[in-house]
Each structure stands twice: as C-alpha cells, then as structure tokens.
C-alpha cells in the first residue's frame, strides 16, 4: 500500500508512449472483471514475474525449484488480486506497465523469501530471526532499481532484455529497433538470461515470446 499511496500523492499525467494500447486494454479488462481477462494477464506476464522470482532469490544465493518459483508468482498474483486489484488501480502510467509490476513483484519476492527464511531459522533452532530484518530487506527492495537485474549483461544484452521482457516488445519490433536479424534474438535472448542466472537455477523462469 505504500506504493499505491506514494503514486497518490504525485500524480502528472499520464506517459502515453509508455503505457502502450495493448496493455491498456488489457488491464482495463481485468480491473473490469472481464472473462479470461486475468488469464491472458498471468499469460503475458508470467516470463517476466518469474524471471523477478529467480533473480531475487539469486541476489540472496537461493536456488529455486520451479514448484518454488510458482509459488512464488502465485503469490505476487495475489497481492495484484488484493482488494479488488487495488495496487493495479493505483497505476497512472508513469512508466510501462511491465516496470510497474517488476517493482510491485520484487517487493512481494523479498517478502515471501525473508518469511520463509524466519521460519526455517525457528523450525531448525527455535530462534527467530532479528525483528527489524524484515523491515530492513522491505527497504532495500524499495530503493534497488530495475537496472540492477540487468547488472551482469554487456549493453546490448540488457536492451534486448528490456525490449522484450519489460517493454513488451516483439521480436519484429526488436529487430527493427536493434538492426539484429530476426533468428538471432531468440538465441540472444536465451543467452542473456543464462548470463542473469549465472547458472544459478534450475529451469527457465522466463518466455521467449
């Protein structure tokens, strides 16, 4: 609710160039409660919550199992159900909505990771883990920036990432925007998460599109 009541208190207009048609639609449908809307929702996002979901759990050396990455999007689609989509109503578009929820997603990561640490530190020793731990990693996830998933690519890997996984950009739109021949980004793509994951986790967490 933080977020919600941070975009609340400075509202400018609207960035129309980022805030593209398609996702405009769509989430005026699940803010609707249109059928299949949050289906095709979970469908679009699901590569890119999932790639949030491995990094943050690699920045914190813990290696996810894909039941353990589900569970976690799960958890992130709950918090975007929450009181009638009450975060996803608080977005004005000052950035795509894919960063939008990148944010939202780390924040719900860092949460659901710290708890379950808490709990395996009481389960195995009876002692629980310091009570401002929980308010310090909150913090650190507000202030890290989106950039700092993209930290082990060279530039032109982490445009492509932001391209396709943030920007929502397709590989045609890519190849006109980069000049890259339209087979060469998929591999590329592939490449980029395997530098991100340092070969951290098992499975691929993220669509190719």
């Known amino acids: 609710m933080l977020l919600v009541a941070a975009v609340a208190s400075h509202q400018p207009e609207p960035r129309h160039d980022l805030f593209t048609t398609q996702d405009r639609d769509l989430l005026r449908l699940c803010l609707?409660?249109?059928?299949?809307?949050?289906?095709?929702?979970l469908e679009r996002f699901s590569g890119l919550l999932a790639f949030v979901a491995i990094r943050v759990a690699a920045q914190?050396?813990?290696?996810?199992?894909?039941?353990?990455r589900d569970d976690l999007i799960a958890e992130v689609m709950v918090e975007f159900l929450r009181n009638d989509a009450?975060?996803?109503?608080?977005?004005?578009?000052r950035s795509s909505l894919p960063t939008f929820l990148t944010v939202v997603a780390r924040r719900v990561c860092v949460r659901s990771l710290l708890r379950e640490?808490?709990?395996q530190a009481l389960t195995t020793d009876g002692a629980s883990l310091p009570d401002d731990r929980e308010d310090h990693a909150a913090a650190v996830a507000n202030q890290e920036e989106?950039?700092?998933l993209l930290q082990r690519l060279d530039s032109q890997a982490a445009r492509l990432v932001r391209l396709h996984?943030?920007?929502?950009?397709?590989?045609?739109?890519?190849?006109?925007?980069?000049?890259?021949p339209l087979g060469s980004i998929g591999p590329a793509l592939s490449h980029?998460?395997?530098q991100?994951?340092?070969g951290s986790v098992t499975g691929d967490g993220m669509a190719t599109g």
């Not at 914190?60 to 353990?68: A, K, N, V």
């Open 32 to 41: 609707a409660g249109a059928p299949g809307a949050w289906e095709a929702f």
């Open 60 to 68: 914190r050396g813990i290696s996810l199992t894909m039941t353990d």
């Open 165 to 180: 996984h943030l920007e929502g950009r397709s590989y045609g739109e890519i190849s006109r925007l980069t000049g890259m």
């Open 146 to 148: 989106i950039g700092m």
């Open 86 to 93: 009450a975060v996803l109503r608080g977005f004005l578009g």
């Open 192 to 194: 980029a998460r395997q």
């Open 196 to 198: 991100m994951r340092g």
């Open 117 to 119: 640490k808490k709990a």
